[in-house]
């Protein structure tokens, strides 16, 4: 036992933590003094109920958990834990391997390695050793990942700071549709994977715009029908650029469907109602909103009394009546979180 202790390496150890979850406190003391030994972060918990909560509101790299234990098992608490956590690396530990849960629970709850409990710890600690090189690699790999991610980030955005360098309007109006959305997403109690690809499709909704002959897209005057069918070719491609990159996947709806209308009369699909991505439809209340709040060369703003006549009057044809709902709540009721936007995105 001491000898699988001295082949871990204290130095590598350092700065993993490790949840250990087994209603034999004897298990938890003994698991404490080894793995911080070897130079983890150790937290023991005798109550599965208390351990969702701790991984819920903590960061943990590993989980050691018991498989029968009261009030609920193991493999209960991997099933409430992978409600809101998918990354965490779970051992499970059960008396008997007979008494393990199927094979095809395993794979279902995404759980990473089990074994037997023993007086001796050697082969769960060959376990854990095994699961924080995996752990260290994909932490690598989301590094490197990140990396990618921003250097083409920042590929893209000079191709929109390419297009809001020709057209005025344009310039502010992708930051602020970006807000806009955001902001509603917040009031709709969205994840923060949906507010982040809100955030980002908004500031590359227009991209497509690139494409667009510079004479149509700064004309002073309203457009002719013909040069309005040309700029109508810009949510196309916008999602053809964005499509060279798997990282814009989720961007992609929003950027080739926020000119859709809830009566399928938008374009370029002619999407109606439900068919819309959602997250389009939200992101196409903003861009309304930001295009009747700004001043162009060939009209004024519009006052938000106005506006939001127009919402009422547009709302089920449209826009999304439901998210409309929500979005005039928003400017009757937090038109000061509506003003910071405008006031930082002039």
């Known amino acids: 036992m001491r000898k699988g202790l001295q082949n871990l390496d204290t130095n590598e150890n350092r700065g993993y933590k490790i949840i250990a979850v087994d209603d034999e406190e004897g298990i938890i003391d003994s698991l ?15 109550d599965p109920m208390e351990a969702i ?3 819920k509101h903590e960061h943990f790299d590993l989980m050691i958990l ?7 098992h193991g493999d209960q608490v991997v099933e409430e834990i992978r409600t809101f956590n998918k990354e965490l690396y779970i051992l499970l ?3 008997h391997k007979d008494l393990a849960p199927p094979l095809e629970t395993i794979r279902r709850l995404d759980i990473q390695g089990y074994c037997e409990k023993s007086d001796k710890f050697d082969q769960l600690l060959l376990l854990i050793e095994s699961g924080i090189k995996s752990i260290a690699q994909m932490n690598e790999i989301k590094k490197i990942n990140q990396e990618l991610e921003k250097a083409y980030l920042e590929s893209i955005e000079t191709l929109r700071y390419t297009v809001e360098a020709k057209d005025s309007y344009t310039r502010g109006h992708s930051d602020r549709v970006s807000q806009y ?3 509603i997403g917040k009031h709709l109690g969205l994840s923060d994977d949906d507010l982040r690809t809100l955030r980002i499709g908004g500031l590359f909704h227009d991209i497509g715009k690139i494409g667009v002959p510079d004479s149509i897209l700064l004309k002073d005057a309203k457009l002719t029908d013909d040069e309005y069918s040309e700029i109508k070719n810009h949510p196309s491609i916008g999602a053809h650029i964005l499509s060279t990159a798997t990282i814009f996947k989720n961007m992609i709806p929003i950027v080739k469907h926020h000119h859709e209308r809830f009566d399928g009369h938008g374009y370029p699909s002619q999407l109606k109602g439900t068919d819309i991505p959602y997250l389009a439809r939200i992101a196409a209340i903003a861009d309304s909103f930001d295009a009747m709040t700004s001043k162009r060369t060939y009209r004024d703003s519009m006052s938000i009394e106005a506006v939001i006549e127009e919402f009422e009057r547009c709302k089920g044809t449209q826009f ?6 929500v979005f005039l709540d928003i400017l009757h009721n937090h ?12």
């Open 32 to 46: 404490s003094i080894f793995l911080k030994r070897s130079g983890y972060e150790f937290i023991g918990v005798t």
């Open 320 to 325: 999304d009546p439901d998210l409309t709902d």
């Open 93 to 95: 530990l059960t008396g």
């Open 66 to 72: 018991d498989f029968i234990m009261t009030p609920i």
């Open 181 to 183: 959305s955001v902001l």
């Open 335 to 346: 038109m000061d979180e509506i003003k910071e936007i405008q006031e930082k995105y002039k």
């Open 53 to 55: 909560e701790r991984v």
